[in-house]
């Protein structure tokens, strides 16, 4: 078949495809800021508080590694029956999700829902860059960018009413049905002719990938906690991680058909998008995993209000995704892309500035500010990426740009949830009563729930506060870095696409 734009222009059935696009991503997306807000309550039910970040890395390793890899078999076997695949891992992951009895089956069960994560984002926005021409795609990845948005509107809100009604269990089970109706709709409607592709699958660089990011992952969750940072055993992993993904990368240049494509890199453009879709990736995971803790742990909210916070992200989201299609018409990528840069600025130096004495409107004002910059970057990157690679490398384009945000957001929650165990521990520690001295990470479960916390000790309450404000703090400060970071690399994208 030819895969030209005109025949994708002529295809009927682009609405309902749309439709089914937008919920695939919809399920995928609500799933960070659903399960974000539920956490609190989990932690309660299931303790195991210094587990915490491993429930998101755990999901966010699966679904970095896998994009790569499924972004390459959607451009071999077509765009459905991979994201078939994918889709149907992930609800899998969610039903036994809502089975888990304790932290630790919690985390087994996220591996195989990330492990068919990793399909559902990239494929569906790559299936809108081949129905759609170039100058269609602008407005319509600001449609998709917008259901990052929506989803946090709804991820939050929904989530605090099941934990507080029907059970956190539910969190998870609210995408079975999504998911098998976006599959329906796109079986239906979505036709592909795909030509026979013989190119051989890179399973080598998948299993290089997995295991020099599982290294590090796991050093970097459990450094300064089980692993002391500068022991021989922190430094041997270290090493070991960087070889493997040193040997990646060689294999990947060498490779007659890569999983992930470094020649599209020599595009400054496309290179730019990726280091700084890997910046926002950290300091969106470092806002959307701790805020509702700091909210429900240390100003003492409900996880409503907690949800809420972030809904404001969603709000900015939608709303700036929606501008950025048409600012990309209007004076181009480049100065939307700085507008957002700016934006992420603003939205993370103000929690840095946040005190528990605000209340809950500080963080819904910062949380706007993120999710504006948000909207506007991640438009501009896809749209770009999407219209400077043919469609034989759509697929692995899209998926790369996606793997570099995954990575941050990986990576991130890794290091953030190791700084902060670290720093709790430490304050606990360095605390002049006995009481508080002997406490362990965990210890911070009961500031999670209401009636666990109004049995604390008022001494020894303040105590705990105070040691995760102080942890949240730094978390916060490293968010903000980011966002410097991701403003002055911003700076060297082409100002003439």
């Known amino acids: 078949m030819s895969n030209s734009e005109h025949e994708h222009r002529g295809l009927k059935y682009r609405p309902f495809i749309l439709a089914a696009v937008m919920l695939a991503m919809f399920v995928g997306a609500i799933e960070a800021t659903i399960v974000s807000t539920a956490m609190p309550a989990i932690t309660a039910d299931l303790g195991g508080f210094q587990l915490y970040s491993w429930v998101f890395s755990s999901y966010l390793l699966m679904s970095t590694v896998t994009v790569l890899l499924y972004g390459k078999l959607s451009d071999i076997f077509g765009r459905k029956p991979v994201l078939t695949l994918g889709m149907s891992l992930f609800l899998i992951g969610s039903i036994l999700c809502g089975f888990a009895e304790s932290m630790e089956w919690l985390i087994v069960f996220r591996f195989i829902q990330g492990l068919g994560a990793g399909a559902v984002m990239p494929i569906a926005s790559t299936i809108v860059g081949d129905i759609y021409s170039k100058e269609e795609r602008a407005k319509i990845q600001g449609y998709l960018s917008s259901v990052w948005g929506i989803s946090a509107v709804m991820g939050p809100a929904i989530g605090g009413l099941l934990v507080e009604t029907i059970g956190w269990q539910y969190v998870f089970w609210i995408n079975v049905p999504l998911g098998i109706l976006s599959l329906t709709v796109l079986w239906l409607f ?95 995971i470092g806002i959307s995993s701790y805020l509702p803790a700091f909210v429900t742990g240390v100003m003492g909210e409900s996880a409503t209000i907690a949800g809420f916070t972030l809904t404001a992200m969603s709000v900015g989201w939608p709303i700036a995704a929606t501008v950025a299609g048409r600012l990309l018409i209007k004076i181009g990528y480049y100065r939307t892309s700085l507008i957002g840069g700016v934006s992420l600025i603003i939205g993370s130096l103000l929690f840095v500035l946040m005190e528990p004495e605000y209340g809950p409107l500080w963080p819904t004002v910062s949380s706007f500010f993120v999710g504006v910059g948000m909207g506007l970057t991640t438009t501009s990157f896809i749209v770009s990426i999407q219209s400077s690679v043919p469609w034989k490398l759509r697929g692995a384009a899209t998926a790369a740009n996606m793997f570099m945000r995954n990575l941050g957001s990986t990576v991130g929650v890794a290091l953030l949830g190791g700084i902060l165990n670290s720093s709790i521990r430490s304050s606990f520690e360095n605390n002049e009563n006995p009481e508080v001295q002997s406490l362990g990470v965990d210890a ?28 949240l703090n730094i978390v916060y400060f490293i968010v903000f870095a980011f966002a410097v970071i991701s403003l002055l690399l911003i700076l060297f994208l082409p100002r003439n696409e």
Do not use: C
């Not at 906690?225 to 040997?247: E, F, G, K, R």
């Open 190 to 284: 979505l036709k592909e002719n795909v030509e026979k592709n013989t190119s051989p699958i890179d399973y080598k660089g998948a299993v290089l990938l997995s295991a020099g990011l599982t290294i590090l992952l796991y050093l970097l969750v459990e450094g300064g906690i089980s692993i002391p940072w500068l022991s021989p055993t922190a430094l041997i992993m270290v090493a070991v991680s960087a070889v493997v993904i040193v040997l990646f990368v060689r294999h990947e240049l060498a490779a007659p058909d890569p999983m992930m494509p470094f020649s599209i890199w020599r595009n400054r453009a496309i290179f730019i998008a990726n280091i700084v879709s890997l910046t926002t990736g950290v300091l969106l």
């Open 444 to 471: 911070v479960n009961r500031l999670l729930e209401a009636e666990q916390r109004s049995q604390i000790e008022p001494g020894v309450l303040e105590q705990l506060q105070i040691a995760m404000t102080d942890g």
